[in-house]
């Protein structure tokens, strides 16, 4: 199938006859108007050029573009936001396409996160407009038409990292044929078999260390022999490079207002996941601005377990504020909400979900929402999922034979790709 390549741009050469009709008609207006009035039909002339002028600059107003970008979107995490957010700045509407369950079963194993799951995470980013949900693995001839035609999707957008089909075809060879293919930078030092190469050597260390572990690891975890081949330098150390500009780019960039309602709430948001986003709805509902408190890395150690957290405070960060439910972050929160948060941040409520994460070490520290309780400004909120970082953990432990295949693959290529890597323009 052929898909034209329709040039948005309007072809000068139809505006030809139109311009000598209106000097026509023009100078016949002059004419009459000199003859009639004695001369003073010639002011009048600026009328008929604004008239024109009007017309010419409706053919040239800009179109609107609508950019399309799909994906799994398993297990998200901030290279998937930033990988949303390039795109959006290349048009103004941007059109994501989420993979089925059923497709991604087939091509690769069974998803972490379910389709609904993986939804509620991609509407939840700031930069998306519009999803398509349970799109094929491949962008084969009749989804294409249906992204021109019905979507009316001007772009397709990828990852300079190369997408290969099982059958060695470029996955996205028609819509580069048709002249309607953008390319985005990877977000470099971070994936999906990352994350989970870090949850399989989480729970190794849980199985081997003594004392300060993760109960909520141990209870499901894999046999210390399925985990000895996962190189401990590929899971453990994040490669991620964090930086100013990329905060920058994530940010809103604006504070409340002098007389906003603020709601403050705070945790770990350790392995970004759907119950997050509900619960960054709910309480961004409550008032007109949301603060989010992130733990630092010895804060969440001290309290979860030595394998806690499994991403590291900059990288929580960013996937903090790529939810559109969230106006502000504070980059390393203390574990007490204190009187002293409260009056320099102007907070009028804070707010904690029913459901969270365990804290098993924490058995020693004072209540950290004691002094917002005693104020009267402390509030409860019924989660709606019982989605927790450990209950995603074990859903891996429990697909552990399949992952670990995955994984050994991917691993692989990941390391092809930094090995041949060269610098991509972009941000």
């Not at 002059?30 to 009035?37: A, D, G, I, K």
């Not at 940010?251 to 759907?274: E, Q, T």
């Amino acid at each position: 199938m052929e898909f034209e390549n329709n040039s948005w741009n309007w072809d000068g050469r139809c505006f030809v006859p139109h311009l000598f009709g209106v000097i026509i008609l023009t100078a016949a207006v002059v004419v009459l108007s000199t003859s009639c009035y004695g001369g003073n039909g010639i002011p009048h002339l600026p009328l008929l050029l604004l008239g024109f002028g009007t017309s010419k600059s409706r053919k040239n107003e800009k179109k609107h573009v609508r950019v399309f970008i799909d994906g799994c979107f398993d297990l998200m995490h901030y290279g998937h936001a930033n990988a949303l957010r390039q795109p959006k700045a290349l048009g103004d509407e941007l059109v994501v396409g989420v993979i089925s369950d059923e497709a991604i079963a087939a091509s690769k194993g069974p998803p972490v996160f379910s389709i609904e799951e993986r939804l509620a995470l991609v509407k939840g980013l700031k930069w998306v407009d519009e999803v398509i949900a349970n799109i094929p693995y491949a962008l084969d001839e009749q989804l294409m038409k249906t992204l021109l035609t019905e979507h009316k999707i001007d772009y397709i957008v990828h990852g300079d990292d190369p997408c290969i089909l099982p059958d060695g075809t470029d996955a996205y060879a028609l819509a580069k044929k048709a002249d309607r293919y953008k390319q985005i930078k990877r977000t470099e030092g971070v994936s999906s078999t990352d994350i989970v190469g870090r949850i399989l050597s989480a729970v190794k260390d849980t199985r081997e260390s003594e004392g300060n572990s993760c109960p909520a690891l141990q209870e499901d975890a894999v046999d210390v022999e399925h985990t000895k081949g996962i190189p401990a330098e590929v899971v453990h150390v994040s490669n991620f490079l964090p930086t100013s500009r990329r905060i920058v780019q994530f940010s809103n960039g604006k504070g409340p207002g002098p007389n906003a309602r603020v709601v403050y709430i705070d945790g770990a948001f350790d392995l970004f996941h759907a119950g997050h986003v509900e619960i960054l709805k709910i309480a961004q509902q409550l008032g007109d601005f949301l603060l989010v408190g992130i733990y630092t890395d010895l804060t969440v150690s001290e309290v979860r377990g030595a394998q806690y957290p499994l991403m590291n405070l900059h990288e929580r960060t960013l996937s903090v504020l790529a939810c559109r439910y969230v106006d502000e972050v504070i980059i390393g929160a203390p574990w007490e909400v204190t009187k002293d948060m409260i009056t320099t941040f102007n907070i009028s409520l804070v707010v904690h979900g029913t459901v969270s994460e365990p804290n098993p070490f924490s058995s020693g520290k004072t209540d950290p929402n004691a002094i917002p309780k005693s104020m009267g400004i402390f509030k409860m909120l019924d989660s709606p999922t019982d989605i927790t970082t450990s209950s995603v953990a074990r859903r891996i432990v429990e697909n552990h034979d399949v992952y670990m295949k995955r994984n050994a693959k991917k691993v692989e290529s990941e390391k092809k790709y930094y090995e041949g890597k060269i610098h991509v323009s972009g941000d």
